[in-house]
């Protein structure tokens, strides 16, 4: 059984349990792996506190974490690559995020509706943010841009409470309404480059000042 079919979020109601040792699983301190420790499959609802991933783990099912709302942290293993579909979402407790140097892409919704997280360090050699990635993370008001990543899918960082935007010539995409709802963001610096901005990117922004290069 391929469990990430019952990944879709919301979905707090419903627990995945695995036995343990299971033939293809492995279950340690309330999360499920695959039986070689390389892949997470799941989490208890009711596993709560910072979580250090096991550098064994080079990929993360869709939607693993998806509505444990007692996690607080996690670090993750330098081996990942992509953090998945959902695989955060509605872990609305979850406050210290270090993430990998490893690092390439954030997917669609991955940590939707995280409402406690405060700041994010984005790591040099990430290109991708992916849509509504960090959507209605209430309290996120302070980020990073690293000069590798190319594009901010839409809806990105919708209403959230970032203050200061400093683009970097080197993005190339911020997607539809990526920053719609930021009431808070009141300064906002955009590059001299090829910037394709779409619609409703900063649509209902607190902007007080915009800085513009001359051309």
Same mark, same amino acid.
């Given at each position: &059984?391929?469990?990430?079919?019952?990944?879709?979020?919301?979905?707090?109601? /419903?627990? !995945? #349990?695995?036995?343990?040792?299971?033939?293809?699983?492995?279950?340690e301190g309330g999360i499920t792996y695959s039986?070689?420790?390389?892949?997470? !499959?799941?989490?208890?609802?009711?596993?709560?506190?910072?979580?250090?991933?096991?550098?064994? /783990?080079?990929? !993360?099912?869709?939607?693993?974490?998806?509505?444990? +709302?007692?996690?607080?942290?996690?670090?993750?293993?330098?081996? &990942?690559?992509?953090?998945?579909? =959902?695989?955060?979402?509605?872990?609305?407790?979850?406050?210290?995020?270090?993430?990998?140097? *490893?690092?390439?892409?954030?997917?669609?919704? $991955?940590?939707?509706?995280?409402?406690?997280? =405060?700041?994010?360090?984005?790591?040099?050699?990430?290109?991708?943010?992916?849509?509504? $990635?960090?959507?209605?993370?209430?309290?996120?008001?302070? #980020?990073?841009?690293? *000069?590798?990543?190319?594009?901010?899918?839409?809806?990105?960082?919708?209403?959230?409470?970032?203050? +200061?935007?400093?683009?970097?010539?080197?993005?190339?995409?911020?997607?539809?309404?990526?920053?719609?709802?930021?009431?808070?963001?009141?300064?906002?610096?955009?590059?001299?480059?090829?910037?394709?901005?779409?619609?409703?990117?900063?649509f209902n922004c607190g902007i007080e000042e915009?800085? !513009?290069?001359?051309?």
């Open positions: &059984i391929d469990i990430s079919i019952f990944s879709e979020y919301p979905f707090n109601s /419903v627990n !995945i #349990i695995v036995p343990d040792n299971s033939n293809g699983f492995t279950k039986i070689d420790m390389s892949a997470i !499959i799941s989490c208890d609802r009711e596993k709560s506190g910072f979580y250090n991933m096991p550098s064994t /783990v080079t990929k !993360i099912y869709d939607g693993a974490f998806g509505g444990c +709302e007692k996690i607080t942290g996690i670090r993750f293993s330098n081996k &990942i690559t992509s953090i998945t579909y =959902q695989a955060f979402a509605g872990c609305s407790s979850l406050l210290s995020v270090e993430l990998p140097s *490893s690092l390439k892409t954030i997917e669609d919704k $991955a940590f939707l509706d995280c409402t406690d997280i =405060q700041e994010l360090n984005f790591p040099e050699g990430l290109e991708k943010i992916g849509n509504s $990635a960090f959507e209605n993370n209430t309290n996120l008001k302070k #980020i990073n841009i690293p *000069s590798s990543l190319r594009t901010i899918e839409s809806s990105a960082f919708s209403s959230t409470a970032i203050s +200061e935007l400093n683009v970097p010539p080197t993005l190339e995409k911020i997607g539809y309404g990526a920053f719609s709802g930021c009431t808070s963001l009141e300064k906002l610096t955009l590059p001299k480059s090829n910037l394709r901005i779409e619609g409703s990117a900063f915009l800085t !513009i290069p001359a051309k």
